[in-house]
Nanobody, 123 residues
């Protein structure tokens, strides 16, 4: 059974940090790009960051560049999203997703998606 399980969300004050984890099972993790998306109430889903299957290429939304960092650990079948200098507008449910090899800006092009973890940033 394919699973992506996010963890690490929570409530943090503006300016604080969180590290989200995405634990994968049921597929060959090292062959998959991992993307993080987020969705806030009343807003469309937004691509946040992605790392290619090789780990050599990363992408970030302009809104998080310089504050967030994505990484993956093939030995642990886990991807991470380090979030620093958090802002209230970062409040959303964060989802990790997986697709073969390469990143895509479109969530619909990912094969797998986790249940999400809530991140709330207070002002």
């Amino acid at each position: 059974e394919v699973q992506l399980v996010e963890s690490g969300g929570g409530l943090v004050q503006a300016g604080g940090s969180l590290r989200l984890s995405c634990a994968a099972s049921g597929f060959t993790f090292e062959h998959y790009a991992i993307g993080w998306f987020r969705q806030a109430p009343g807003k469309e889903r937004e691509g946040v960051a992605c790392v290619s299957s090789s780990g050599g290429t990363t992408y970030y939304a302009d809104s998080v560049k310089g504050r967030f960092a994505i990484s993956s650990d093939n030995a642990k079948n886990t991807a991470y999203l380090q979030m620093n200098s958090l802002k209230p507008e970062d409040t959303a449910i964060y989802y990790c997703t997986g697709r073969l090899n390469y990143c895509s800006a479109y969530g619909s092009r990912y094969n797998y998606r986790g249940q999400g973890t809530q991140v709330t940033v207070s002002s």
